[in-house]
């Protein structure tokens, strides 16, 4: 038993089954007084619908949260992002001009205008115009000169953000500022926006049971001993990795 940082996405991963929540809860608090664990949200979410959300589910307090897919940071509670990683993001990036691009795409429905951010453009797309649509708009942004990444996930959902964003690097921000190895930090996820949780490979992770196929796809495409699938659905699926990496 040692400290360690959890990073884990909501919806579907730590929210989704009640019962397996409220158990992997007592097993954080017990955790948190003994060893000072640290737990962060890291959520597609803006910080909106993450209050709706924690005030519908039993969510612990977390040491910090990740927003809107890895563009904003709240530490400790607070309403307002942290200043030194908005500006880390704000360098070459332009939303206007990528707005301007993405109005020439009829298939792109603009999600609702609480999960538009600063450093994030969001859009819903379905599954069979993604094929042409994602090529033809990575295509324009380049030509155009803009620096911009595009993820799409649970084959509905494209976020458009900054090159230097995602929820990994804003989880690799945290987990330096606080001196946190990567041996003693696991991150948790189910679809295509937590793929930057694992990617460096360097952290554990834990992809919950009933992760989304893209997810699924990459992480039999890429193998990793550090990285587990569990069995189990949701906060379920989380306590069973906890246990394989010998946290719980």
Sequence with gaps: MKKFLLVTDLDNTLVGDDLALAKLNQC??????QYNTQI??????????????ATEKSLLAPDA????????IYLE?????????????????????IIAITNHFADLVPQPESEQGAFKASYFLTPESAKSTL???????????????LIYSSSQDLDIL???????????????NWQIEPT?????????????L???????GIIVGNAQPELLQWHYMNPNSNRYLAIAHCAGGILEGLEHFDFL
């Design 198 to 204: 694992f990617q460096s490979g360097l952290e554990c």
């Design 184 to 196: 003693c930090t696991v991150a948790c996820g189910d679809s295509g926006n937590d793929l930057a």
């Design 162 to 176: 900054p090159t230097q964003a995602d929820k990994g690097m804003a989880m690799t921000f945290l987990r330096q």
């Design 40 to 53: 962060v949200y890291a959520t597609g979410r803006s910080l909106t619908l993450y209050h709706e959300l």
């Design 77 to 97: 509670g607070s309403k307002t992002p942290d200043q030194a990683w908005s500006d880390k993001l704000s360098s070459n990036w332009n939303l206007e001009q």
């Design 135 to 149: 090529p033809q708009l990575k295509q324009q942004l380049q030509a155009q000169g803009l620096e911009a990444k």
């Design 28 to 33: 954080l608090i017990q955790h948190r007084e």
């Design 65 to 72: 949260l990740i927003t809107s897919v890895g563009t904003e």
